[in-house]
């Protein structure tokens, strides 16, 4: 099993920035790929940023492309998700997720491939 532990988050006004992290722990050689998610009350967990460990292909949903940058601390199985530009409608409990690799389609990363979770972390982006 892969454990997953996140860090940061908080509340801040429309335009500013906030950064969460998260470490995996236990077996992580299945964080091949990590992850973040979002979700709000009632609505679907969404995919935000992902990307293959060591190095490899980043990923983002267009919703947060050019605002949000996902990096990791190389060898360290920690990634980070630096938000920018924050809008109220990005207000949600942001999971970190991780998987064994980082299925994709058509170039696309295929967002059902996670399967480990962490507890998440409040975002709230007051106006």
């Known amino acids: 099993q892969v454990q997953l532990s996140e860090s940061g988050g908080g509340s801040v006004q429309t335009g500013g920035s906030l950064k969460i992290s998260c470490q995996a722990s236990?077996?992580?050689?299945?964080?091949?790929?990590m992850g973040w998610f979002r979700q709000t009350p009632g609505k679907e967990r969404e995919g935000v940023a992902a990307l293959v460990t060591g190095g490899g292909t980043i990923f983002y949903a267009d919703s947060v492309k050019g605002r949000f940058t996902i990096s990791e601390d190389d060898g360290k199985k920690t990634v980070h998700l630096e938000m920018n530009s924050l809008k109220p409608e990005d207000s949600a409990m942001y999971y970190c997720?991780?998987?064994?690799?980082?299925?994709?389609?058509?170039?696309?990363?295929?967002?059902?491939?996670?399967?480990?979770w962490g507890q998440g972390t409040q975002v709230t982006v007051s106006s």
């Open positions: 997720a991780a998987a064994r690799e980082c299925r994709t389609v058509t170039g696309r990363i295929h967002w059902a491939t996670f399967n480990f």
């Open positions: 236990g077996y992580t050689r299945y964080a091949y790929c």
